[in-house]
Protein backbone atom coordinates (compact mmCIF):
# COMPACT_ATOMS: atom_id res chain seq x y z
CA UNK A 1 0.00 0.00 0.00
CA UNK A 2 1.48 3.39 -1.37
CA UNK A 3 2.87 5.66 1.29
CA UNK A 4 0.41 9.03 1.34
CA UNK A 5 2.35 12.18 1.02
CA UNK A 6 0.24 14.07 2.91
CA UNK A 7 0.24 11.91 5.93
CA UNK A 8 3.86 11.80 6.19
CA UNK A 9 3.93 15.55 6.02
CA UNK A 10 1.79 15.91 8.78
CA UNK A 11 3.43 13.34 10.95
CA UNK A 12 6.90 15.65 10.22
CA UNK A 13 5.25 18.44 11.77
CA UNK A 14 3.98 17.42 14.35
CA UNK A 15 5.51 17.08 17.94
CA UNK A 16 3.60 13.93 18.76
CA UNK A 17 6.17 11.92 15.92
CA UNK A 18 9.44 12.01 18.19
CA UNK A 19 12.28 11.18 14.65
CA UNK A 20 15.51 10.50 16.91
CA UNK A 21 13.15 8.26 19.34
CA UNK A 22 11.42 6.08 17.21
CA UNK A 23 15.12 5.96 15.74
CA UNK A 24 16.82 4.94 18.64
CA UNK A 25 13.73 2.68 20.08
CA UNK A 26 13.31 0.91 17.00
CA UNK A 27 16.96 -0.56 15.72
CA UNK A 28 15.32 -2.57 12.27
CA UNK A 29 14.53 1.11 11.20
CA UNK A 30 18.14 2.28 10.00
CA UNK A 31 18.79 -1.85 9.07
CA UNK A 32 16.13 -1.64 6.59
CA UNK A 33 17.33 2.30 5.43
CA UNK A 34 13.77 3.56 6.10
CA UNK A 35 12.67 6.84 6.57
CA UNK A 36 11.48 6.70 10.53
CA UNK A 37 7.92 8.73 9.38
CA UNK A 38 7.87 6.22 6.16
CA UNK A 39 9.01 3.00 8.23
CA UNK A 40 5.90 3.93 10.82
CA UNK A 41 2.99 4.53 8.47
CA UNK A 42 3.72 1.41 6.54
CA UNK A 43 5.03 -1.23 8.75
CA UNK A 44 5.41 0.15 12.45
CA UNK A 45 1.83 0.43 13.13
CA UNK A 46 1.12 -3.15 12.04
CA UNK A 47 3.79 -4.41 14.81
CA UNK A 48 2.19 -1.81 17.46
CA UNK A 49 5.27 0.76 17.86
CA UNK A 50 4.36 4.38 18.51
CA UNK A 51 5.60 7.33 17.25
CA UNK A 52 6.47 8.74 20.56
CA UNK A 53 6.53 8.74 24.50
CA UNK A 54 3.69 10.75 24.12
CA UNK A 55 1.18 9.10 21.37
CA UNK A 56 0.23 5.10 22.70
CA UNK A 57 -0.92 3.71 19.44
CA UNK A 58 -2.94 0.83 21.44
CA UNK A 59 -4.10 3.07 23.47
CA UNK A 60 -5.69 5.38 21.15
CA UNK A 61 -7.28 2.04 19.30
CA UNK A 62 -8.42 0.94 21.98
CA UNK A 63 -10.18 4.17 23.21
CA UNK A 64 -11.79 4.80 19.77
CA UNK A 65 -12.99 1.37 18.14
CA UNK A 66 -14.60 3.36 14.99
CA UNK A 67 -10.90 4.36 14.22
CA UNK A 68 -9.64 0.81 14.50
CA UNK A 69 -12.61 -0.62 12.34
CA UNK A 70 -11.60 1.65 9.70
CA UNK A 71 -8.30 0.82 9.86
CA UNK A 72 -6.99 4.00 9.84
CA UNK A 73 -3.33 5.00 11.34
CA UNK A 74 -3.99 6.37 14.65
CA UNK A 75 -1.66 9.34 14.86
CA UNK A 76 -2.48 10.19 11.22
CA UNK A 77 -6.50 10.35 12.78
CA UNK A 78 -5.65 12.08 15.60
CA UNK A 79 -4.21 14.86 13.87
CA UNK A 80 -6.73 15.04 11.04
CA UNK A 81 -9.85 14.51 13.08
CA UNK A 82 -9.48 13.41 16.79
CA UNK A 83 -7.81 16.63 18.76
CA UNK A 84 -11.21 18.82 16.57
CA UNK A 85 -12.91 16.36 18.39
CA UNK A 86 -11.38 16.85 21.35
CA UNK A 87 -10.07 13.15 21.49
CA UNK A 88 -7.66 11.74 24.45
CA UNK A 89 -4.11 10.97 23.74
CA UNK A 90 -2.59 8.52 26.08
CA UNK A 91 1.48 8.52 26.65
CA UNK A 92 3.23 5.42 26.81
CA UNK A 93 3.72 3.42 29.70
CA UNK A 94 6.62 1.49 30.77
CA UNK A 95 6.17 -1.62 33.06
CA UNK A 96 7.53 0.45 35.61
CA UNK A 97 5.12 3.29 35.25
CA UNK A 98 2.27 0.83 35.08
CA UNK A 99 3.05 -0.33 38.60
CA UNK A 100 4.28 3.29 40.21
CA UNK A 101 1.95 4.54 42.66
CA UNK A 102 1.06 7.50 44.18
CA UNK A 103 -0.80 8.73 47.11
CA UNK A 104 -4.09 11.30 47.34
CA UNK A 105 -4.15 12.34 50.65
CA UNK A 106 -6.32 15.50 51.72
CA UNK A 107 -4.35 18.68 51.76
CA UNK A 108 -5.39 19.87 54.98
CA UNK A 109 -4.80 23.22 56.54
CA UNK A 110 -4.81 22.65 60.42
CA UNK A 111 -3.42 25.89 61.86
CA UNK A 112 -4.11 29.17 60.28
CA UNK A 113 -2.40 32.06 60.91
CA UNK A 114 -4.28 33.99 59.08
CA UNK A 115 -7.96 33.29 60.04
CA UNK A 116 -10.41 33.92 57.26
CA UNK A 117 -12.77 36.01 59.24
CA UNK A 118 -15.42 35.90 56.95
CA UNK A 119 -16.22 32.52 57.13
CA UNK A 120 -16.56 32.77 60.66
CA UNK A 121 -18.90 35.51 60.42
CA UNK A 122 -20.88 34.35 58.39
CA UNK A 123 -21.26 30.93 60.33
CA UNK A 124 -21.92 33.30 63.34
CA UNK A 125 -24.78 35.13 61.20
CA UNK A 126 -25.91 31.86 60.32
CA UNK A 127 -26.45 30.75 63.70
CA UNK A 128 -27.79 33.99 65.19
CA UNK A 129 -30.82 34.03 62.91
CA UNK A 130 -31.96 30.84 63.87
CA UNK A 131 -35.00 30.46 66.36
CA UNK A 132 -33.06 28.91 70.05
CA UNK A 133 -34.95 25.34 70.69
CA UNK A 134 -32.18 23.91 72.94
CA UNK A 135 -32.38 26.03 75.67
CA UNK A 136 -34.48 23.27 78.05
CA UNK A 137 -32.04 20.98 77.15
CA UNK A 138 -29.57 20.17 80.26
CA UNK A 139 -26.13 19.84 79.23
CA UNK A 140 -22.74 18.74 80.91
CA UNK A 141 -20.11 20.12 81.42
CA UNK A 142 -16.57 17.55 82.37
CA UNK A 143 -13.70 19.78 83.69
CA UNK A 144 -10.77 17.58 85.04
CA UNK A 145 -8.70 19.21 87.04
CA UNK A 146 -5.35 18.78 89.26
CA UNK A 147 -3.45 21.78 91.19
CA UNK A 148 -5.18 24.90 88.82
CA UNK A 149 -5.95 27.27 91.41
CA UNK A 150 -4.47 30.00 89.74
CA UNK A 151 -6.77 29.57 86.75
CA UNK A 152 -9.79 27.65 87.09
CA UNK A 153 -11.95 30.31 88.62
CA UNK A 154 -11.62 31.82 84.85
CA UNK A 155 -12.19 28.55 83.35
CA UNK A 156 -15.66 28.49 85.83
CA UNK A 157 -16.82 32.36 84.70
CA UNK A 158 -16.66 31.07 80.94
CA UNK A 159 -19.17 28.41 81.85
CA UNK A 160 -21.72 30.55 83.94
CA UNK A 161 -21.27 33.45 81.70
CA UNK A 162 -23.00 31.04 78.96
CA UNK A 163 -25.68 32.19 76.80
CA UNK A 164 -27.43 28.74 77.57
CA UNK A 165 -28.03 28.68 81.09
CA UNK A 166 -29.46 24.71 81.86
CA UNK A 167 -26.26 22.82 82.73
CA UNK A 168 -24.31 21.30 85.10
CA UNK A 169 -20.78 21.67 85.66
CA UNK A 170 -18.71 18.86 86.85
CA UNK A 171 -15.58 19.54 87.79
CA UNK A 172 -13.52 16.22 88.79
CA UNK A 173 -10.23 17.08 91.20
CA UNK A 174 -7.48 14.61 90.07
CA UNK A 175 -5.79 15.04 93.60
CA UNK A 176 -4.84 18.82 93.97
CA UNK A 177 -2.35 19.66 96.74
CA UNK A 178 -2.98 23.36 96.27
CA UNK A 179 -5.89 25.10 97.12
CA UNK A 180 -8.60 24.51 93.94
CA UNK A 181 -11.08 22.96 96.51
CA UNK A 182 -11.11 26.43 98.09
CA UNK A 183 -11.59 28.36 94.91
CA UNK A 184 -14.18 26.10 93.68
CA UNK A 185 -16.57 26.20 96.40
CA UNK A 186 -16.12 29.91 97.08
CA UNK A 187 -18.14 30.21 93.63
CA UNK A 188 -21.87 29.87 94.82
CA UNK A 189 -23.56 28.43 91.86
CA UNK A 190 -25.63 25.16 92.13
CA UNK A 191 -25.00 23.95 88.78
CA UNK A 192 -21.61 23.22 89.54
CA UNK A 193 -20.62 19.63 91.03
CA UNK A 194 -17.66 19.19 92.83
CA UNK A 195 -16.28 15.64 92.74
CA UNK A 196 -12.53 14.94 94.43
CA UNK A 197 -10.41 12.29 93.99
CA UNK A 198 -8.23 11.66 97.24
CA UNK A 199 -5.68 10.19 94.84
CA UNK A 200 -4.27 11.15 90.77
CA UNK A 201 -5.95 8.55 88.86
CA UNK A 202 -5.12 10.77 85.58
CA UNK A 203 -7.10 12.92 83.19
CA UNK A 204 -8.88 9.98 81.35
CA UNK A 205 -10.30 8.35 84.62
CA UNK A 206 -10.94 12.09 86.23
CA UNK A 207 -13.57 12.52 83.06
CA UNK A 208 -14.83 9.02 83.26
CA UNK A 209 -16.19 10.03 86.38
CA UNK A 210 -17.80 12.99 84.71
CA UNK A 211 -19.02 10.44 82.22
CA UNK A 212 -20.63 8.45 84.16
CA UNK A 213 -21.87 11.23 86.98
CA UNK A 214 -23.27 13.17 83.57
CA UNK A 215 -27.16 13.82 83.34
CA UNK A 216 -27.25 15.89 80.22
CA UNK A 217 -28.54 14.92 76.82
CA UNK A 218 -25.40 16.42 75.82
CA UNK A 219 -21.83 16.46 77.00
CA UNK A 220 -19.54 19.05 76.90
CA UNK A 221 -15.66 19.25 77.99
CA UNK A 222 -13.37 22.23 79.00
CA UNK A 223 -10.18 22.03 80.72
CA UNK A 224 -9.65 24.30 83.83
CA UNK A 225 -6.86 26.24 82.16
CA UNK A 226 -8.79 27.36 78.91
CA UNK A 227 -11.86 29.27 78.64
CA UNK A 228 -15.36 28.97 76.14
CA UNK A 229 -16.63 32.60 74.37
CA UNK A 230 -20.07 33.31 76.26
CA UNK A 231 -22.12 31.73 72.97
CA UNK A 232 -20.17 28.49 72.39
CA UNK A 233 -23.09 25.95 73.93
CA UNK A 234 -25.88 27.71 72.25
CA UNK A 235 -24.10 28.15 68.74
CA UNK A 236 -22.96 24.31 69.60
CA UNK A 237 -26.28 22.75 69.85
CA UNK A 238 -28.17 25.40 67.25
CA UNK A 239 -25.46 23.80 65.11
CA UNK A 240 -26.05 20.17 65.76
CA UNK A 241 -30.01 20.79 65.04
CA UNK A 242 -29.09 22.32 61.67
CA UNK A 243 -26.62 20.00 60.85
CA UNK A 244 -28.20 16.63 62.19
CA UNK A 245 -25.50 15.19 63.84
CA UNK A 246 -24.53 13.62 67.51
CA UNK A 247 -21.08 14.87 67.94
CA UNK A 248 -19.34 18.46 66.60
CA UNK A 249 -16.87 20.98 66.80
CA UNK A 250 -15.78 24.33 66.47
CA UNK A 251 -12.24 25.86 66.33
CA UNK A 252 -9.91 26.98 68.92
CA UNK A 253 -8.04 30.45 69.27
CA UNK A 254 -4.23 29.15 70.34
CA UNK A 255 -2.91 31.49 72.92
CA UNK A 256 0.58 32.24 74.21
CA UNK A 257 1.73 32.99 77.47
CA UNK A 258 0.86 36.82 76.61
CA UNK A 259 -2.88 35.88 75.50
CA UNK A 260 -1.87 36.78 72.46
CA UNK A 261 -3.27 34.94 68.88
CA UNK A 262 -0.69 31.73 68.00
CA UNK A 263 -3.12 30.38 65.29
CA UNK A 264 -6.78 29.48 64.66
CA UNK A 265 -6.98 25.14 65.11
CA UNK A 266 -9.76 24.17 62.60
CA UNK A 267 -10.48 22.11 59.36
CA UNK A 268 -13.72 20.40 58.09
CA UNK A 269 -13.57 16.86 59.16
CA UNK A 270 -12.70 14.09 57.37
CA UNK A 271 -11.97 10.32 58.80
CA UNK A 272 -8.71 10.11 57.44
CA UNK A 273 -7.50 13.24 57.76
CA UNK A 274 -8.14 13.36 61.16
CA UNK A 275 -6.40 9.73 61.79
CA UNK A 276 -3.44 11.19 59.86
CA UNK A 277 -3.33 13.55 62.42
CA UNK A 278 -5.48 15.53 64.94
CA UNK A 279 -7.39 18.71 64.32
CA UNK A 280 -10.03 18.88 66.77
CA UNK A 281 -9.59 19.46 70.21
CA UNK A 282 -11.45 17.72 73.11
CA UNK A 283 -12.47 21.56 74.71
CA UNK A 284 -13.84 22.52 71.14
CA UNK A 285 -15.69 19.21 70.86
CA UNK A 286 -19.54 18.18 72.26
CA UNK A 287 -21.39 14.68 71.97
CA UNK A 288 -24.70 13.44 72.43
CA UNK A 289 -24.71 11.56 75.63
CA UNK A 290 -27.93 9.25 75.25
CA UNK A 291 -28.23 5.41 73.81
CA UNK A 292 -25.20 3.50 72.62
CA UNK A 293 -23.27 7.31 72.82
CA UNK A 294 -23.05 6.26 76.73
CA UNK A 295 -20.98 3.02 76.28
CA UNK A 296 -18.09 5.08 75.15
CA UNK A 297 -15.59 6.05 77.70
CA UNK A 298 -12.02 7.58 77.78
CA UNK A 299 -9.15 4.66 77.74
CA UNK A 300 -7.77 5.29 81.38
CA UNK A 301 -4.55 3.52 80.27
CA UNK A 302 -3.46 6.43 77.89
CA UNK A 303 -1.89 9.07 79.16
CA UNK A 304 -1.44 11.10 76.06
CA UNK A 305 -3.30 12.20 72.87
CA UNK A 306 -6.40 11.04 74.78
CA UNK A 307 -8.44 13.47 73.03
CA UNK A 308 -7.38 12.18 69.80
CA UNK A 309 -8.17 8.23 70.25
CA UNK A 310 -12.00 9.52 71.70
CA UNK A 311 -12.48 11.62 69.03
CA UNK A 312 -11.70 8.47 66.40
CA UNK A 313 -13.75 6.02 68.60
CA UNK A 314 -16.76 8.42 68.40
CA UNK A 315 -15.79 9.36 64.24
CA UNK A 316 -16.07 5.16 64.00
CA UNK A 317 -19.91 5.17 65.05
CA UNK A 318 -21.22 9.17 63.86
CA UNK A 319 -20.82 11.49 61.42
CA UNK A 320 -19.10 14.59 63.12
CA UNK A 321 -19.25 17.81 61.41
CA UNK A 322 -17.30 20.86 62.71
CA UNK A 323 -18.53 24.66 62.68
CA UNK A 324 -15.83 27.41 61.69
CA UNK A 325 -16.53 29.52 64.52
CA UNK A 326 -14.31 30.12 67.39
CA UNK A 327 -15.55 29.38 70.46
CA UNK A 328 -12.78 28.49 72.66
CA UNK A 329 -9.81 30.43 74.21
CA UNK A 330 -6.83 27.50 74.11
CA UNK A 331 -3.77 28.33 76.49
CA UNK A 332 -0.69 26.83 74.19
CA UNK A 333 1.88 28.73 76.24
CA UNK A 334 4.98 27.25 78.09
CA UNK A 335 3.83 26.40 81.30
CA UNK A 336 4.03 22.73 82.97
CA UNK A 337 0.84 20.68 81.58
CA UNK A 338 0.11 17.55 82.66
CA UNK A 339 0.14 15.46 79.10
CA UNK A 340 3.44 16.86 78.20
CA UNK A 341 5.75 15.13 81.05
CA UNK A 342 3.77 11.63 79.63
CA UNK A 343 6.00 9.71 76.82
CA UNK A 344 8.97 12.07 76.49
CA UNK A 345 11.44 9.13 75.95
CA UNK A 346 12.63 9.09 72.15
CA UNK A 347 10.45 6.90 70.02
CA UNK A 348 8.13 6.88 73.30
CA UNK A 349 5.43 9.20 71.55
CA UNK A 350 6.23 7.52 67.83
CA UNK A 351 5.10 4.15 69.10
CA UNK A 352 1.76 5.97 70.92
CA UNK A 353 1.03 7.30 67.75
CA UNK A 354 1.15 4.76 65.41
CA UNK A 355 -0.95 2.36 68.20
CA UNK A 356 -3.57 4.53 67.90
CA UNK A 357 -3.81 4.99 64.11
CA UNK A 358 -3.65 1.34 64.13
CA UNK A 359 -6.17 1.18 66.83
CA UNK A 360 -8.85 3.50 64.72
CA UNK A 361 -8.81 1.41 61.74
CA UNK A 362 -9.94 -1.47 64.10
CA UNK A 363 -12.80 0.84 65.80
CA UNK A 364 -13.40 1.75 62.17
CA UNK A 365 -13.62 -2.01 60.72
CA UNK A 366 -15.74 -3.52 63.94
CA UNK A 367 -18.27 -0.66 64.41
CA UNK A 368 -21.62 -0.09 63.19
CA UNK A 369 -23.31 3.04 62.88
CA UNK A 370 -24.84 3.85 65.82
CA UNK A 371 -28.50 4.74 64.41
CA UNK A 372 -30.29 7.54 65.61
CA UNK A 373 -31.37 10.70 63.89
CA UNK A 374 -27.41 11.85 62.26
CA UNK A 375 -27.00 8.49 60.54
CA UNK A 376 -30.07 8.85 58.14
CA UNK A 377 -28.28 11.91 56.56
CA UNK A 378 -27.33 11.93 52.81
CA UNK A 379 -24.19 13.20 51.35
CA UNK A 380 -23.53 14.27 47.47
CA UNK A 381 -19.69 13.67 46.45
CA UNK A 382 -18.78 15.74 43.47
CA UNK A 383 -15.56 15.87 42.12
CA UNK A 384 -14.48 19.12 40.39
CA UNK A 385 -11.59 18.66 37.82
CA UNK A 386 -13.69 20.58 34.21
CA UNK A 387 -14.05 23.86 35.51
CA UNK A 388 -16.93 24.56 32.40
CA UNK A 389 -18.48 21.46 33.81
CA UNK A 390 -19.67 22.95 36.97
CA UNK A 391 -22.49 25.31 36.47
CA UNK A 392 -24.32 22.03 34.79
CA UNK A 393 -23.78 20.29 37.79
CA UNK A 394 -24.82 23.05 39.87
CA UNK A 395 -28.00 22.98 37.89
CA UNK A 396 -28.55 19.36 38.99
CA UNK A 397 -27.90 19.52 42.50
CA UNK A 398 -30.63 21.71 42.48
CA UNK A 399 -33.04 19.48 41.89
CA UNK A 400 -32.84 17.73 45.46
CA UNK A 401 -35.52 19.02 48.16
CA UNK A 402 -34.28 17.75 51.28
CA UNK A 403 -31.29 18.80 53.53
CA UNK A 404 -27.53 16.73 52.65
CA UNK A 405 -24.18 17.26 53.25
CA UNK A 406 -22.14 18.32 49.70
CA UNK A 407 -18.46 17.04 49.66
CA UNK A 408 -16.46 19.10 46.84
CA UNK A 409 -13.39 16.96 45.88
CA UNK A 410 -11.22 18.89 43.80
CA UNK A 411 -7.58 19.61 42.61
CA UNK A 412 -8.17 23.74 42.06
CA UNK A 413 -7.58 26.01 43.99
CA UNK A 414 -10.36 27.70 45.95
CA UNK A 415 -9.51 30.69 44.61
CA UNK A 416 -10.79 29.29 41.16
CA UNK A 417 -14.47 30.86 40.29
CA UNK A 418 -15.83 27.72 39.62
CA UNK A 419 -15.37 26.56 43.31
CA UNK A 420 -16.51 30.06 44.17
CA UNK A 421 -19.49 29.52 42.36
CA UNK A 422 -20.87 26.80 44.46
CA UNK A 423 -19.70 27.94 47.73
CA UNK A 424 -22.44 31.17 46.36
CA UNK A 425 -25.06 28.40 46.05
CA UNK A 426 -23.97 25.82 48.64
CA UNK A 427 -22.20 27.88 51.34
CA UNK A 428 -22.23 25.16 54.16
CA UNK A 429 -20.62 22.67 51.74
CA UNK A 430 -17.32 21.23 52.24
CA UNK A 431 -14.51 21.80 49.96
CA UNK A 432 -12.01 19.31 50.69
CA UNK A 433 -8.67 20.07 48.65
CA UNK A 434 -6.76 16.37 46.41
CA UNK A 435 -3.67 15.91 44.42
CA UNK A 436 -4.86 14.95 40.92
CA UNK A 437 -4.22 11.63 41.39
CA UNK A 438 -6.87 9.06 40.92
CA UNK A 439 -9.44 11.12 38.67
CA UNK A 440 -12.55 10.99 40.73
CA UNK A 441 -12.26 7.78 42.09
CA UNK A 442 -9.64 8.38 44.77
CA UNK A 443 -11.12 11.62 46.41
CA UNK A 444 -14.12 9.00 46.99
CA UNK A 445 -12.43 5.97 48.46
CA UNK A 446 -10.26 8.34 50.45
CA UNK A 447 -13.67 9.71 51.91
CA UNK A 448 -15.14 6.39 52.60
CA UNK A 449 -14.65 6.20 56.47
CA UNK A 450 -16.47 9.15 56.86
CA UNK A 451 -19.02 8.27 54.26
CA UNK A 452 -19.64 5.16 55.89
CA UNK A 453 -21.83 7.04 58.82
CA UNK A 454 -24.00 8.18 56.03
CA UNK A 455 -27.17 6.87 55.09
CA UNK A 456 -27.37 7.49 51.14
CA UNK A 457 -24.30 8.81 48.68
CA UNK A 458 -24.67 10.30 45.34
CA UNK A 459 -21.48 10.53 43.66
CA UNK A 460 -21.33 13.00 40.50
CA UNK A 461 -18.31 14.33 38.78
CA UNK A 462 -17.54 16.96 36.22
CA UNK A 463 -17.06 14.50 33.25
CA UNK A 464 -15.11 15.82 30.57
CA UNK A 465 -16.40 15.64 26.40
CA UNK A 466 -15.72 12.58 24.69
CA UNK A 467 -14.67 12.52 21.08
CA UNK A 468 -17.70 13.02 18.61
CA UNK A 469 -19.97 11.88 21.18
CA UNK A 470 -19.76 14.97 23.14
CA UNK A 471 -21.54 15.70 26.38
CA UNK A 472 -24.07 12.56 25.77
CA UNK A 473 -22.11 10.34 28.48
CA UNK A 474 -22.25 12.51 31.13
CA UNK A 475 -25.42 14.03 30.55
CA UNK A 476 -27.07 10.72 30.15
CA UNK A 477 -25.12 9.72 33.52
CA UNK A 478 -26.14 13.22 35.24
CA UNK A 479 -30.09 13.01 34.20
CA UNK A 480 -30.18 9.03 35.81
CA UNK A 481 -29.36 10.22 39.25
CA UNK A 482 -30.68 13.70 39.54
CA UNK A 483 -32.42 14.82 36.88
CA UNK A 484 -35.50 15.90 38.36
CA UNK A 485 -36.92 16.12 42.29
CA UNK A 486 -39.69 13.78 41.62
CA UNK A 487 -36.68 11.13 40.12
CA UNK A 488 -34.64 12.28 42.97
CA UNK A 489 -37.38 11.47 45.85
CA UNK A 490 -38.28 8.38 43.71
CA UNK A 491 -34.85 6.73 44.11
CA UNK A 492 -34.85 7.81 47.85
CA UNK A 493 -38.05 6.02 48.11
CA UNK A 494 -36.48 2.78 47.11
CA UNK A 495 -34.11 2.65 49.15
CA UNK A 496 -35.95 3.09 52.24
CA UNK A 497 -38.79 1.21 50.67
CA UNK A 498 -36.05 -2.29 50.01
CA UNK A 499 -33.07 -2.64 52.64
CA UNK A 500 -31.81 -4.76 49.98
CA UNK A 501 -31.16 -2.01 47.12
CA UNK A 502 -27.52 -1.18 47.05
CA UNK A 503 -27.15 1.00 44.18
CA UNK A 504 -28.89 3.28 41.49
CA UNK A 505 -27.55 4.25 38.29
CA UNK A 506 -28.10 4.40 34.31
CA UNK A 507 -29.15 1.59 32.91
CA UNK A 508 -27.31 2.63 29.42
CA UNK A 509 -23.73 2.44 31.58
CA UNK A 510 -24.77 -0.57 33.52
CA UNK A 511 -22.26 -2.08 31.69
CA UNK A 512 -21.50 -6.62 32.26
CA UNK A 513 -18.30 -6.68 34.34
CA UNK A 514 -15.84 -8.77 31.92
CA UNK A 515 -17.74 -8.28 28.23
CA UNK A 516 -16.61 -4.53 28.84
CA UNK A 517 -13.16 -4.88 30.31
CA UNK A 518 -10.18 -5.34 28.12
CA UNK A 519 -7.46 -8.11 29.90
CA UNK A 520 -5.52 -5.63 31.33
CA UNK A 521 -8.35 -3.67 33.69
CA UNK A 522 -9.35 -7.59 34.19
CA UNK A 523 -5.61 -8.52 35.73
CA UNK A 524 -6.38 -5.41 37.84
CA UNK A 525 -10.26 -6.25 39.14
CA UNK A 526 -8.39 -9.83 39.52
CA UNK A 527 -5.43 -8.79 41.71
CA UNK A 528 -7.64 -6.11 44.00
CA UNK A 529 -10.36 -8.73 44.18
CA UNK A 530 -7.79 -11.81 45.55
CA UNK A 531 -6.18 -9.31 47.99
CA UNK A 532 -9.67 -8.31 49.67
CA UNK A 533 -10.57 -11.97 49.80
CA UNK A 534 -13.47 -11.35 46.96
CA UNK A 535 -12.02 -13.26 44.59
CA UNK A 536 -14.66 -15.84 44.66
CA UNK A 537 -17.52 -13.07 43.25
CA UNK A 538 -15.60 -13.21 40.47
CA UNK A 539 -17.34 -16.65 39.10
CA UNK A 540 -20.57 -14.92 39.30
CA UNK A 541 -22.87 -12.31 37.39
CA UNK A 542 -21.45 -8.92 37.75
CA UNK A 543 -21.64 -5.83 36.39
CA UNK A 544 -20.39 -1.82 36.53
CA UNK A 545 -21.37 1.37 35.91
CA UNK A 546 -19.31 2.87 33.28
CA UNK A 547 -18.63 6.79 34.44
CA UNK A 548 -19.42 6.20 38.18
CA UNK A 549 -22.10 8.62 38.87
CA UNK A 550 -24.99 6.90 40.96
CA UNK A 551 -26.19 6.43 44.57
CA UNK A 552 -24.90 3.96 46.70
CA UNK A 553 -25.53 2.70 50.87
CA UNK A 554 -21.88 3.72 51.35
CA UNK A 555 -21.17 0.65 53.57
CA UNK A 556 -20.78 -1.47 50.59
CA UNK A 557 -17.33 0.61 49.54
CA UNK A 558 -16.00 0.84 53.24
CA UNK A 559 -13.79 -2.33 52.58
CA UNK A 560 -12.64 -1.25 49.31
CA UNK A 561 -12.04 2.61 50.42
CA UNK A 562 -10.13 1.14 53.52
CA UNK A 563 -8.02 -1.08 51.12
CA UNK A 564 -6.89 1.65 49.21
CA UNK A 565 -6.39 4.51 51.87
CA UNK A 566 -4.08 1.59 52.70
CA UNK A 567 -2.34 0.76 49.98
CA UNK A 568 0.53 2.73 48.00
CA UNK A 569 -1.95 4.72 46.25
CA UNK A 570 -2.98 5.02 42.81
CA UNK A 571 -1.42 5.49 39.10
CA UNK A 572 1.02 8.19 38.48
CA UNK A 573 -0.50 8.76 34.55
CA UNK A 574 -3.83 7.81 34.48
CA UNK A 575 -4.96 6.36 30.74
CA UNK A 576 -7.31 4.43 29.10
CA UNK A 577 -6.19 0.64 28.84
CA UNK A 578 -5.66 -1.17 32.25
CA UNK A 579 -4.97 1.49 34.71
CA UNK A 580 -5.84 0.73 38.38
CA UNK A 581 -8.49 3.36 38.26
CA UNK A 582 -10.53 0.91 35.70
CA UNK A 583 -10.02 -2.12 37.79
CA UNK A 584 -11.59 0.27 41.06
CA UNK A 585 -14.13 1.76 38.97
CA UNK A 586 -15.09 -2.21 38.22
CA UNK A 587 -14.77 -3.36 41.73
CA UNK A 588 -17.57 -0.59 42.65
CA UNK A 589 -20.15 -3.18 40.92
CA UNK A 590 -18.39 -6.40 42.09
CA UNK A 591 -18.63 -5.21 45.77
CA UNK A 592 -22.14 -4.95 45.59
CA UNK A 593 -22.34 -8.50 44.42
CA UNK A 594 -20.59 -9.67 47.98
CA UNK A 595 -24.54 -10.40 48.64
CA UNK A 596 -26.43 -12.60 46.71
CA UNK A 597 -30.04 -10.82 47.70
CA UNK A 598 -28.80 -7.41 46.73
CA UNK A 599 -30.39 -5.73 43.93
CA UNK A 600 -30.00 -2.98 41.91
CA UNK A 601 -31.92 0.19 40.51
CA UNK A 602 -31.75 0.93 36.80
CA UNK A 603 -33.16 4.36 35.77
CA UNK A 604 -34.25 4.45 32.56
CA UNK A 605 -36.67 7.60 31.28
CA UNK A 606 -36.81 9.01 34.72
CA UNK A 607 -37.96 5.63 36.39
CA UNK A 608 -36.00 3.10 38.36
CA UNK A 609 -36.90 -0.61 37.76
CA UNK A 610 -34.70 -2.92 40.43
CA UNK A 611 -33.29 -5.84 38.83
CA UNK A 612 -31.02 -8.58 41.31
CA UNK A 613 -27.31 -7.78 41.14
CA UNK A 614 -25.78 -8.27 38.22
CA UNK A 615 -28.70 -8.87 36.01
CA UNK A 616 -30.76 -5.82 33.67
CA UNK A 617 -27.25 -4.63 32.65
CA UNK A 618 -26.01 -4.06 29.09
CA UNK A 619 -23.38 -6.09 27.13
CA UNK A 620 -23.19 -3.42 24.28
CA UNK A 621 -19.86 -1.76 24.37
CA UNK A 622 -19.35 1.89 25.54
CA UNK A 623 -18.89 3.31 22.38
CA UNK A 624 -21.76 1.68 20.88
CA UNK A 625 -24.08 2.75 23.71
CA UNK A 626 -22.81 6.64 23.23
CA UNK A 627 -22.92 6.24 19.02
CA UNK A 628 -27.19 4.86 19.85
CA UNK A 629 -27.73 7.73 22.65
CA UNK A 630 -26.25 10.19 20.86
CA UNK A 631 -28.11 9.56 17.62
Given amino acids: MPISTSDAALLRSSNLFDIDWYKKMYLDVDMLGMDPVE ?79 KIEQRAIYDLSILEYQEDSNLVSIIMPTRNRAY ?99 CAANLQDDRGQRKAVLYADFDYESCLKENFIDLNCFFLR ?45 ANDRVSNREHTQAGELGDLVTSIRARAKSYLTEAAPIRDLASYRVAVVLHVFHPERVEECIRYLKNIDFEFDLFVTTPLKESEPCIASIIDVFPRA ?60 EIVTSFKLNPQLKLVCSKDFYKHGVKNSIPETLNQVKKLAADMGMADLLSREWAFVAGTMFWVRPQEYF ?53 PVGVGHTNEGVSVTLTRLAA
Wanted: proline residues 3%.
Fill in 39 to 117: HYLWLGIRLGRNPSLKFCSRSYLEANPDVKRMGINPLVHYLRCGQKENRPVYPVLTQEDKHARITAKRIVKRRHIDWND
Fill in 151 to 249: CIGHAIESVISQTHSNFELIVVDDGSTDNTEKVITSINDPRIRYIKNTESGGPSKARNIGLRTARGEWVFFLDSDNAWRCNMIEFMLKHARRSQISAGY
Fill in 289 to 333: REGRFRDIFFDENLRRLVDWDFILRIGAHTRIVGLPYIGVDYYDG
Fill in 430 to 489: FLFRYPNAGADIAPFLELMSTLKNYWLVCKIHTKRDVGRWGDTWRSVLLRSVLNSTDLIN
Fill in 559 to 611: RLGRYMCDSQGYSTIFRQDGALEHGLERMFGLCISAQERSRVGLVTDGTVEEF
